[in-house]
């Protein structure tokens, strides 16, 4: 395995410290209930080597001590834990510790299994566990996710209050009044005061007076990802014969101003125009009205699944918000792209992490 200093740490911004201890005191409390498995000191934040994990843990069993170190997430998804658990397992070998574990509220049968493959254990405060010390080994899986998101939480990301989200995480911050906020995105103040009550009561900003601001845009941002990728946008499928990406992205820039449709690239074909970390084979764009003709010059035939050329007209214009023109085409907002691309799964969860760390920055 390489260095740790080229496996780097997850670099999400994660909970705020306080919040990080109640998850390990939790899931602590989890692992005291094991038989002859004693917790003999916590340390957070230690200072290991050049490196700092969130905890370090001193456990005993059966006269044996281990040295425990550890990572808290905020969720347990399968692609944060796969590079988390790459970072520890790393770690591992440049230390003198014995064993890691990674501490979230939930951990799915998938992520159990990435764990199990990178060596590393886990306990979520669901119940689901995976510990493998030297004379106890324990694997508990299968039991639901006892943190589902709160009702609040998601009418936060309904389309019309994902609009005022998204102008907030644009300038994440800018000190807002209620009133600026109203007039800046065209929603009544009335729902703008019940957006700030939300965002405060969940810890995701702090309202003062009539002014508020947000607390934690990182894990607003998060929130709103894993909501938006449970809601699934549908998107109308298509196959395009054509020599490459780009002679269809020209092509498609004529079609539009000939035919007054107005439109902006996502996925990965938009991210390729910013990042260089994707190599596009399929088209995401967002139309306003998907007028027949324009379909007729772009050639393309419907399909039930798969396709190369996926299109969505927008709902309410949020798609539209903050779309710019790069290289020649209008791509949608570097925001937008994210949750586009994190709704792919799989490469495009690991682009929208790139995407995060060179544009978004939080």
């Not at 669901?126 to 299968?142: D, F, H, K, P, Q």
């Not at 006892?146 to 994440?172: A, C, G, M």
């Not at 790069?326 to 949750?339: A, P, R």
């Amino acid at each position: 395995m390489g260095e740790t200093s080229q496996i780097q740490k997850e670099t999400i911004p994660g909970l705020p410290p306080a919040t990080e201890r109640q998850l390990v005191a939790a899931a602590l409390g989890i692992v005291k209930a094991i038989p002859h498995l004693e917790i003999k000191e916590v340390r957070y934040e230690p200072k290991v080597g050049a490196y700092r994990p969130d905890f370090v843990l001193l456990v005993s069993h059966a006269r044996k001590k281990f040295q425990v170190i550890g990572e808290v997430k905020s969720t347990g998804e399968p692609s944060i834990l796969r590079r988390s658990g790459a970072w520890l397992k790393d770690l591992l070998t440049k230390t003198k510790h014995d064993y890691a574990v990674i501490i979230a509220p939930f951990i799915s049968r998938e992520g159990a299994e990435i764990c199990s493959e990178l060596g590393v254990g886990f306990i979520d405060l669901s119940g689901n566990c995976l510990l493998n010390l030297e004379g106890l080994y324990i694997e508990r899986t299968g039991y639901p996710n006892k943190f589902k998101k709160p009702r609040e939480i998601q009418s936060l990301f309904s389309p019309k209050s994902s609009r005022v989200i998204r102008w907030l995480l644009t300038d994440p911050m800018r000190v807002w009044t209620l009133k600026g906020l109203a007039i800046e995105t065209g929603v009544s103040i009335g729902l703008i005061h019940r957006i700030a009550t939300a965002l405060e009561n969940n810890l995701f900003a702090k309202k003062e007076l009539r002014a508020f601001k947000l607390e934690d845009p990182a894990r607003l941002l998060e929130a709103w990802r894993e909501e938006y990728h449970r809601r699934a946008p549908k998107w109308a499928r298509y196959v395009v014969r054509v020599g490459s990406v780009e002679e269809f992205v020209a092509k498609l820039k004529t079609a539009a101003i000939r035919h007054g449709v107005r439109y902006a690239l996502s996925g990965p074909g938009g991210a390729s125009l910013i990042s260089s970390y994707l190599t596009p084979t399929v088209v995401h764009f967002y139309v306003d009205v998907l007028k027949q003709e324009f379909l007729e010059e772009l050639k393309v035939d419907p399909v039930s699944s798969e396709g190369n050329l996926l299109i969505r007209v927008v709902e309410q214009e949020n798609e539209f918000i903050g779309s710019r023109e790069v290289k020649g085409v209008y791509v949608v907002s570097d925001l937008q792209l994210y949750l586009d691309l994190w709704a792919m799964g799989g490469r495009g969860q690991e682009a929208a992490e790139e995407l995060r760390r060179e544009r978004l920055r939080f």
